[in-house]
């Protein structure tokens, strides 16, 4: 090849090479971009996802608190209070509560600890309506938990596995 042909052969390959270069670039500049957009909007929606079952949470808890009598919360003071009647009102409201919000896996109350008001002190939840159902040495608070119509010590695995993982009906 002659010489000014050989030259500007040179100078179209480097051309070729530089342009090449410059859609590699480009694309990573859009993939970088394209990355840093669907994060964004990702965080945006999970942002908003949040604030939408805040919402919700709140307006639950806010229709629900009217249902509780202060009269009945005032009388679950100590861990024996289980065994009164306002607590299996309160247990059965929150159970109502839980049930008729089928996305709500937990409804509980708890108040300010008058010993300390930094802390919070358990009141009741839904699924407690037998705190120490198959735990002790009374019979009358066993319950059947694999729904087989006996009581055995079966029951008292299935009912700490319900615990331990939540209830599911």
Request: proline share 5%; glycine share 4%.
């Amino acid at each position: 090849l002659p010489p000014k042909a050989s030259e500007n052969f040179r100078h179209a390959e480097i051309a070729k090479l530089a342009s090449i270069q410059n859609l590699a670039w480009s694309l990573l500049v859009c993939l970088i971009l394209g990355a840093a957009g669907t994060y964004a909007f990702y965080k945006q929606a999970e942002y908003l996802n949040l604030q939408r079952m805040r919402e919700q949470v709140r307006s639950i808890a806010a229709t629900g608190a009217k249902r509780f009598d202060p009269v009945d919360l005032d009388q679950l003071q100590a861990e024996e209070d289980w065994k009164k009647p306002e607590w299996a009102k309160i247990v059965n409201e929150l159970r109502d509560i839980k049930t008729q919000n089928t996305n709500i896996l937990f409804a509980y109350i708890f108040r300010k600890n008058p010993s300390d008001p930094h802390t919070l002190a358990f009141i009741a939840d839904a699924d407690s309506i037998h705190p120490y159902a198959n735990t002790d040495d009374d019979p009358f608070n066993d319950v059947d938990a694999n729904r087989d119509g006996k009581i055995e010590k079966e029951d008292i695995l299935v009912f700490f596995k319900y615990v331990k993982e939540g209830f599911t009906g």
